[in-house]
Antibody, heavy 120, light 108 residues
């Protein structure tokens, strides 16, 4: 059974860098699929942040592209998110998930999510 | 702002059938997927592609698509189906992923 778990600081100061790690168990990220970050501001909808393949190829939401980096560490079976120059608008629950590589974009399973608050 | 449009709220009487829709130009090219999210929980995939249910998802959930609109149908809604439902798809370029704004389903 594939499981994903997000970890990282719950509070980040404005203008600093948000860093999160997703640890995958039950499946090797080297074996395939995309690995994805999705966020959800409190009380609002879902927003795709970006996607990485185990080879290192990454795709980012155009609205965040200048600030976001997603990388993978296959030796640890983890992938990570870095978001620079954060503001209050980046406050959200951040989810990691496994994604399809086909033309239909679907995400399953998801981690439980971690709330990151941007505040001084 | 999302390029996939969903009704913000829909209600259904217990045991009846409800259709939740998702509209967008990208759906003329790509199938949608659907997620159920209950308060305080992570989203759960309920339908992906043309009409594929992941293991463990009840048969009362089904998906369909026509032109620029994808639909999630719940046949015989249960109280436990009360939740937020989100659609997603690739955008028209194929390189980005977009979500609908979500539909809050109330089971009366």
């Amino acid at each position: 059974q594939v499981q994903l778990q997000e970890s990282g600081p719950g509070v980040v100061k404005p203008s600093e860098t948000l860093s999160l790690i997703c640890t995958v168990s039950g499946y090797s990220i080297s074996s395939g699929y995309y690995w994805v970050w999705i966020r959800q501001p409190p009380g609002k909808g879902l927003e795709w942040v970006g996607t990485i393949y185990h080879s290192g190829s990454a795709f980012y939401n155009q609205s965040l592209k200048s600030r976001v980096t997603i990388s993978a560490d296959t030796s640890q079976n983890q992938f990570s998110l870095r978001l620079n120059s954060v503001t209050a608008a980046d406050t959200a629950v951040y989810y990691c998930a496994r994604g399809s590589t086909g033309t239909t974009a679907w995400f399953d399973p998801w981690g439980q999510g971690t709330l990151v608050t941007v505040s001084s | 702002s999302s390029e996939l449009t969903q009704d913000p709220a829909v209600s259904v009487a217990l045991g009846q059938t409800v259709r939740i829709t998702c509209q967008g130009d990208s759906l003329r090219t790509y199938f949608a997927s659907w997620y159920q999210q209950k308060p305080g929980q992570a989203p759960v995939l309920v339908i992906q592609g043309k009409n594929n249910r992941p293991s463990g998802i009840p048969e009362r959930f089904s998906g369909s698509s026509s032109e620029d609109t994808a639909s999630l149908t719940i046949t015989g809604a249960l109280a436990e189906d009360e939740a937020d439902y989100y659609c997603n798809s690739r955008d028209s370029s194929g390189n980005q992923v977009e979500f609908g704004g979500g539909t809050k389903l109330t089971v009366l």
